[in-house]
């Protein structure tokens, strides 16, 4: 039953429509193909006459043989660019930056020399460094000497603290030249972090 009412509506529906457009057909219908037919033969005429004038008005044209080559496409976008890997660099070493080996955003590799601190203090430190380490030298090769002579004489010539007082000589120029060393070992390692 539901069917039918609704067939019935539609064909309701249509009858209505045919109805309004028969009406709207009768009383507009012949002016509107008049209109219609002068509008036509208006544009014909004036699409005929812009023709004529651009073949009148012929442009020269060049022609040039196509060459396959590459493009190189610019783009141009505004973003705000953030890196995958962000790395601090901090220095073991206190000092003024004396050469900037590489950019902000550059590409670098394992090995490369970013930065360089100024190495003068540096290079005077390990330059007073040797220096104490060949006075070492030389002040327990004076005691060894000294401690040799001491030996090589008579035992009753010589008292049992001057030969304590060698031994102990000797034993400090030693520990002094140890010192030394070190302070050098030392002055080459702040040298070398003034490479970055």
């Excluded at 009406?23 to 033969?41: D, H, I, N, W």
């Excluded at 003024?96 to 090995?111: H, L, R, S, W």
């Excluded at 070190?182 to 040298?191: G, K």
């Amino acid at each position: 039953m539901r069917q039918k009412r609704h067939s019935f509506g539609s064909f309701l529906f249509f009858v209505v429509c045919v109805f309004i457009l028969g009406v709207a057909a009768f009383r507009y219908g012949p002016s509107f193909l008049e209109r219609f037919k002068k509008q036509t033969a208006q544009s014909t005429h004036a699409s005929s006459r812009a023709t004529s004038k651009m073949e009148q008005k012929q442009v020269p044209v060049t022609l040039e043989r196509a060459v396959l080559q590459d493009i190189t496409l610019k783009n141009t976008y505004i973003g705000t660019v953030v890196p995958i890997h962000e790395v601090q660099l901090v220095s073991f070493i206190a000092g003024f930056i004396e050469k900037v080996n590489a950019a902000g955003g550059q590409a670098v590799k394992e090995g490369d020399v970013l930065f360089t601190i100024e190495q003068s203090s540096y290079l005077a430190a390990k330059k007073v460094a040797a220096a104490n380490v060949a006075k070492a030298k030389a002040d327990l090769a004076n005691a060894s000497s000294y401690l040799e002579r001491i030996k090589r004489t008579k035992s009753q010539a010589v008292s049992k603290t001057e030969l304590d007082k060698a031994q102990a000589a000797f034993s400090a120029a030693q520990a002094s030249l140890k010192g030394a060393q070190a302070a050098l070992s030392s002055a080459e390692v702040n040298l070398g972090y003034t490479v970055i």
